[in-house]
């Protein structure tokens, strides 16, 4: 469904669904949030297991409720469960991230990536149950066939991806933003028109039962060094 909107006149309607809340209450929930976000991490092993479609589905409609520019939603989700498709991806991304740690990737940034352990192996892409594969459309296209321009996609597609997370991580999921560069491989594996670019293919499923984590992925900033008042 495009949602060109040009010409059309503002039309207000009541604001509903909002609710607010005492501050303790407000403030007990701020917390309780930040101790729940705080326990998701990057997960690479993952177990097998299906995930039920309808968990995948309600997180991709919470996605979709993101803020955008101009209420574009510029952002197109490809779930993919097959298996020769994984394979396809696993291979393609493989191969750029060979290049990437043999060729291309300076020595500061494979310092910062070494105490995460990372290579070029990618096992995870065929192992966890689900891949997203996001991707922001640079424009969109009428019912006439004409484009037309879309506005802070980065931003839309990055807030978007952001509610994604948040949502696999409250049902119970764990996830892991892969970012192969380039991507362009996955419009193929995917299907999507040149008018897209993959950004980020978001791996996600349970984590294997003796499955381990980076501890320096679990260092983070200190509110100080994250923010300020002014």
Not at 122 to 141: D, T
Not at 151 to 171: D, K, N
């Amino acid at each position: 469904m495009s949602t060109f909107s040009e010409g059309k006149t503002a039309v207000l309607e009541p604001l509903a669904g909002y609710r607010r809340y005492p501050a303790t209450e407000m403030c007990e929930k701020a917390r309780a949030f930040y101790v729940d976000i705080a326990r998701r991490r990057t997960v690479r092993d993952f177990d097998t297991a299906e995930v039920p479609r309808e968990v995948i589905e309600h997180c991709l409609l919470a996605a979709g409720t993101a803020p955008s520019g101009a209420n574009q939603q510029p952002w197109f989700f490809t779930v993919i469960t097959d298996r020769s498709r994984k394979r396809q991806i696993r291979e393609a991304a493989e191969a750029e991230e060979r290049e990437f740690y043999a060729e291309r990737a300076p020595q500061e940034w494979l310092d910062a990536l070494a105490p995460l352990g990372t290579d070029a192996s990618k096992p995870f892409l065929e192992e966890a149950p689900v891949l997203i594969a996001i991707f922001a459309q640079k424009y969109g296209v009428r019912a006439d066939g004409k484009r037309f321009s879309h506005y802070y996609v980065p931003e839309s597609v990055g807030i978007a991806a952001g509610f994604l997370i948040s949502a696999l991580h409250y049902a119970g999921l764990a996830t892991l933003t892969h970012t192969p560069s380039p991507m362009g491989f996955l419009n193929k594996v995917c299907d999507r028109p040149p008018s897209e670019k993959a950004v980020v293919l978001l791996v996600t499923g349970y984590p294997k039962a003796d499955c381990q984590v980076p501890a320096y992925g679990g260092v983070k900033k200190q509110l100080v060094e994250i923010s300020s008042w002014l």
